[in-house]
């Protein structure tokens, strides 16, 4: 059955009780997928780290178990999701080793060079222009930094979302858009949960 697009909408951009119900659900739907990009990332304890599209900050606090002499920042477009993750995280930011922000991965709010690294998971559908905001990904990641991406790509997703809000790229599509940012993929591989296709690409900007 395809998913209402009320519903859609609000997994694009969770907002109010109905918002926060779902960024609960997605905490657990998401979790393999979040487990499987932050092992790509082979992060070090010293690094920083940027996650887009925080959602439910389930992702920001294991990151900042691992990065434990270092720092992560994360952003959404959501208010409810940073209310969110803020209780998640709330011992990290008190320690001024989490930042979370509101905004967009069109317009990061950081400086060139910033971090080491940067992963986002099931955020693709929703960027208006994916080739900006792989540029301003490109600009905030140092020279050898590395940028995870996983996203789901297969006709029964396609099927499923309402293409009004998700917009579906597949794996061409997007290494060719990373390259035009500067990045390479250095690497790239798919995961099937049932019907469920996930993309996953390692990318660098050095």
């Not at 434990?68 to 001024?96: C, E, F, K, P």
């Not at 060719?176 to 690409?201: C, D, E, N, Y």
Request: proline letters at 5%; aromatic letters at 6%; a positive charge.
């Amino acid at each position: 059955m395809r998913r209402p697009e009320l519903l859609a909408r609000q997994a694009a951009r969770p907002s109010g009780l109905l918002g926060a119900l779902l960024g609960r659900i997605m905490a657990h739907e998401t979790a393999e997928a979040n487990r499987i990009a932050v092992e790509l990332l082979e992060l070090r304890p010293t690094d920083s780290v940027l996650d887009i599209g925080f959602g439910h900050g389930a992702t920001v606090r294991r990151l900042s178990e691992i990065v434990d002499r270092g720092a992560v920042s994360g952003i959404d477009v959501s208010t409810t999701m940073l209310d969110l993750a803020t209780r998640r995280n709330r011992d990290g930011i008190r320690r001024d080793r989490v930042d979370l922000r509101v905004g967009s991965v069109d317009q990061l709010p950081y400086p060139r060079d910033a971090f080491d690294a940067v992963l986002s998971v099931h955020t693709l559908y929703f960027w208006s222009e994916p080739q900006r905001a792989f540029a301003e990904i490109r600009k905030v990641l140092k020279p050898a930094g590395r940028l995870v991406l996983g996203w789901r790509d297969d006709p029964e997703g396609r099927r499923l979302f309402p293409a009004s809000v998700y917009r579906f790229h597949d794996a061409d599509t997007v290494t060719t858009m990373l390259g035009g940012a500067g990045m390479g993929p250095t690497r790239s591989f798919q995961h099937q949960r049932g019907k469920a296709i996930l993309h996953f690409v390692v990318a660098g900007g050095g």
